[in-house]
């Protein structure tokens, strides 16, 4: 099983739509948590963080069960902008700072 | 402007030649790592730094090297590189502060074509 875990994809939705992906760790100890978004083989780039229950950033929401050991993240209001991969990170336990990477979800967005 | 750069930015060579990819942080990050992305596999880390001449191997390290003589480059080795590391590679730069996980800052990355 892989330690993170997402849906790849892709989810293809018209502008204005709200779209959420779900994410699953493995690792119970892992304390925070982070969404990247990545356009087309360039560098990702930090969308969220997630360190405790949620945070919220404009059109975009993160939330963390720990519980269930998953973590979501719904945009609002779909932008053609938006049409990216995103990648579920979950932080490591062991204080060296390791993180553990998706594969990512791919989105979409149409006319 | 705080950055990570990564040379080259494209590089295809052939089997077994020596190479070298370089990165660079001016953010003064004590951590830093070495990641490939392959379709379908996600960020897989290589080897990674926790700070100057303090290094260990991540999950994928073979066939690769790594040295952090100064705390703003971290340059990857690839002795003798094979076609199965033909893949798109990614420095990052965090800070390293107790035991939580920071975000990372990503390089532009390195396409690697081996034949």
């Known amino acids: 099983r892989k330690e993170v875990e997402q849906d790849p994809g892709p989810f293809n939705v018209p502008e204005g739509a709200t779209v959420a992906f779900n994410c699953t760790y493995s690792n119970s100890a892992s304390q925070s948590f982070f969404w990247y978004r990545q356009d087309c083989r360039k560098e990702p780039k930090l969308l969220m963080s997630v360190y405790s229950s949620g945070n919220e950033d404009g059109r975009f929401t993160a939330q963390l069960n720990r519980a269930s050991q998953y973590i979501s993240l719904l945009i609002r209001d779909s932008k053609l902008s938006d049409s990216a991969t995103y990648l579920c990170v979950s932080g490591g336990s062991g204080g060296y700072n390791k993180l553990i990477f998706g594969a990512g979800t791919r989105l979409a967005v149409h006319p | 402007e705080a950055q990570v750069t990564q040379n080259p930015r494209y590089l295809i060579t052939v089997t077994g030649k020596k190479l070298t990819v370089t990165c660079s942080q001016n953010?003064?990050?004590?951590?830093m790592s070495w990641y490939r992305q392959d379709p379908g596999l996600g960020l897989r880390q290589i080897y990674y730094?926790?700070?100057?001449?303090?290094?260990d191997k991540g999950d994928v390290p073979e066939g690769y090297k790594v040295s952090r003589k100064e705390k703003r480059n971290f340059p990857l080795i690839l002795e003798s590189p094979s076609p199965n590391q033909t893949s798109l590679y990614f420095c990052a730069s965090s800070l390293s502060l107790g035991g939580l996980s920071y975000e990372q800052y990503f390089g532009p990355g390195t396409r690697l074509t081996v034949t």
């Open positions: 953010m003064n990050h004590e951590y």
């Open positions: 730094s926790m700070n100057v001449e303090v290094t």
